[in-house]
């Protein structure tokens, strides 16, 4: 009976192999797929990590950190792109060393050029000015020759002194005209000559001076072209001189002695009289 169940058990297993082996040889299909594959990739490498951690653990007795790769390599990327940054920094800055070097230089040399032009410029108006004082020394040796050449002639020496006068050499005029005054004062030309040396003495500010020059030239209320202006210089003199009496006096013998006195001497004389605040 035991060996009847035996050999039953033995005919059940040598069929349960040879269904095995037909089955075996039926294709099956791949249960993993790419998927799949990638995540017991990503398993394995964590169970390696592990592996590590507890080994290090283990050898060092010391607490391990546990970074993942990826973080690493993220770290790894960031240290270079600060590297870049810094290569790059230093590069601009290079740069703008150079760049502010160049731009002293620029300025220094600016600086000193323009201190050299403000140095020509100034060289160049002492310059004119000497040369100035040189024609006007030479106009004025030239002139003074004139001068002594027509002294002791009334004529020439009034007609020199004019002439600076016209020219506005008023410093001038005014030694000339006063020589003039002193040597032929008695001459012709001589109440002429202090009527101009009065003119020139007005623009000297002297104006008790030349009231003075004016009195004697309109002495005897000359029929000359040049008395009414004369005249009219007197009462602008005594104004000046905070006379207003006395101007508004010498208005009245203006327009009494020469009534058709030129406009532009009567027109000056209105205005000199409303200054003066003289009664209508």
């Known amino acids: ?53 507890v080994f290090q653990g283990r050898d060092s007795g010391k607490p391990v950190v546990v970074q993942p790769a990826e973080t690493e390599s993220q770290l790894l990327g960031l240290a270079d792109r600060i590297v870049d940054l810094e290569e790059t920094l230093t590069a601009i800055n290079r740069q703008n060393e150079a760049t502010t070097f160049e731009l002293d230089q620029t300025r220094r040399a600016l600086a000193e050029s323009q201190a050299a032009n403000r140095a020509l410029a100034d060289r160049l108006a002492a310059l004119e000015v000497r040369t100035g004082k040189i024609e006007a020394d030479a106009l004025a040796d030239v002139e003074d020759e004139e001068l002594a050449g027509a002294a002791g002639d009334p004529a020439a020496e009034f007609a020199a002194a004019r002439k600076l ?45 030349a009231a003075g020059a004016y009195i004697g030239a309109i002495r005897g209320w000359p029929k000359t072209a040049w008395a009414p202006d004369a005249v009219l210089e007197l009462s602008r003199s005594l104004l000046a001189l905070k006379k207003p009496a006395d101007a508004c006096q010498t208005l009245d013998e203006l327009a009494r002695r020469y009534p058709k006195a030129p406009a532009s001497v009567l027109s000056r004389a209105q205005a000199t009289r409303t200054q003066a605040k003289c009664a209508a």
């Open 1 to 53: 009976m035991t060996r009847k169940i035996l050999i039953a058990s033995s005919l059940a297993l040598v069929v349960a192999l040879a269904g095995g082996a037909a089955w075996s040889q039926t294709p099956m299909p791949d249960p993993l797929d790419d998927r799949s594959v990638k995540r017991l990739e990503r398993m394995e490498k964590v169970v390696r990590e592990l592996r590590s951690i």
């Open 165 to 209: 006068m016209l020219d506005g050499d008023y410093d001038r005029a005014y030694a000339a005209f006063d020589r003039f005054v002193s040597r032929h004062g008695d001459s012709p030309n001589g109440p002429e000559g202090r009527y101009w040396l009065g003119k020139t003495l007005s623009v000297r500010g002297d104006h008790g001076a």
